[in-house]
């Protein structure tokens, strides 16, 4: 018995490949959820389905085609704005003095502050393929770039985890070996959910191929 939709109350079509990335997708309405695994009231196992975490939007244009979009947004830009100011100020004092070197450091850290900043309030993340071609939007201000994707030569999705810097990202592994890393900016939670629908993707495009 396939469990109901909870947007629309109809039974959730069991698509495996979406089991397996983790997701439930209504063919009804359209709604995606991110499909764990829980207890019921009893204690016993029971699959939970949990809305995909907000500023995630997922569009399939059927055949394939599909758009994610994230927002980057995150509290760190809080500091950002502290570490900005503080920078500005340092900037002020140092040039009415006469420090110039110090002056120097301080413009460069009020506008590497500043860039990051808008990086973590207005930027995105964006990847849209179509007829097997992906382009991949990320960033914002000076740390935005634009790349194209084969997507049709990735063969699995993975999560790496820099520990290091304690950063995860996600890796794209391609036909000929080569790795492609995205999403850095993305805090955790959206992360997984767009590594889940990257999953799905990617095993739709293999059961055609
Ligand atoms: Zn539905």
């Not at 069991?14 to 829980?38: K, N, T």
């Not at 890393?181 to 955790?188: K, M, W």
Request: glycine content about 10%.
């Amino acid at each position: 018995m396939s469990d109901p939709c909870p947007t629309c109350g109809l039974a959730l079509a069991v698509d495996e490949s979406a089991v397996r990335a983790g997701l439930a997708l209504c063919s009804s309405c359209g709604s995606v959820w991110l499909r764990e695994q829980g207890k019921n009231a009893d204690g016993a196992d029971a699959i939970e389905f949990r809305p995909l975490p907000g500023r995630v939007r997922f569009e399939r244009h059927g055949d394939g085609d599909f758009t994610i979009t994230a927002s980057i947004l995150q509290p760190a830009a809080v500091y950002l704005v502290l570490f900005s100011l503080v920078c500005v100020y340092g900037a002020a004092r140092t040039g009415v003095r006469g420090d110039w070197i110090l002056f120097i450091l301080s413009v460069a850290g009020a506008v590497a502050g500043v860039g990051m900043c808008l990086e973590f309030i207005a930027g995105r993340f964006r990847l849209e393929v179509r007829a097997g071609e992906g382009r991949l939007d990320e960033g914002f201000a000076g740390f935005h770039r634009t790349r194209s994707l084969p997507w049709a030569d990735v063969t699995s999705v993975d999560q790496n985890v820099s520990r290091r810097w304690k950063m995860s990202r996600i890796v794209l592994n391609m036909k000929d070996g080569r790795r492609v890393f995205l999403g850095g900016a993305l805090p955790e939670d959206r992360l997984r959910a767009v590594l889940r629908l990257l999953r799905y993707m990617v095993e739709l495009q293999c059961r055609v191929c």
